[in-house]
């Protein structure tokens, strides 16, 4: 499986990222919160949507009823060079199921993520300039 996502300046403040038909606005304003969300709240957000896609997928594996599934990360972030140099993380499961169970089900859903593991394994992209 492969992906493909466009992501296009609009203005000085957004951009619009573009896959299978669906958008996603973003921030692209340094410094400025109310374009939407900036680039490390939209890796948060896709470490999250990986995370909980396993909660989904790994729970009816396991046969686990969860009632409902979010995720609350915290972040640092250093200035120079700038990265994301720390993420917290709470899952936070509604269920009536074992907690031993249910941590299965958490370790497993981070052990198994395409994100995860990406971030794991510290992927440097691969890039070009093109000019038209």
Request: net charge negative.
């Amino acid at each position: 499986m492969n992906y493909h996502v466009n992501v296009t300046i609009q203005d000085d403040s957004h951009a619009l990222a573009e896959t299978r038909g669906h958008r996603l606005s973003l921030n692209v304003k340094k410094g400025a919160g109310e374009p939407g969300f900036n680039a490390a709240e939209t890796l948060l957000a896709a470490l999250g949507a990986c995370m909980l896609t396993n909660v989904n997928a790994i729970g009816e594996k396991m046969r686990l009823k969860v009632e409902s599934a979010r995720i609350e990360f915290e972040a640092d972030r250093r200035d120079e060079p700038p990265a994301v140099t720390e993420i917290r993380y709470r899952l936070i499961l509604k269920s009536s199921e074992p907690y031993e169970k249910l941590k299965e089900l958490a370790d497993l859903c981070f052990k198994w993520g395409t994100v995860t593991n990406t971030l794991i394994n510290g992927l440097v992209p691969q890039g070009e300039l093109i000019i038209e």
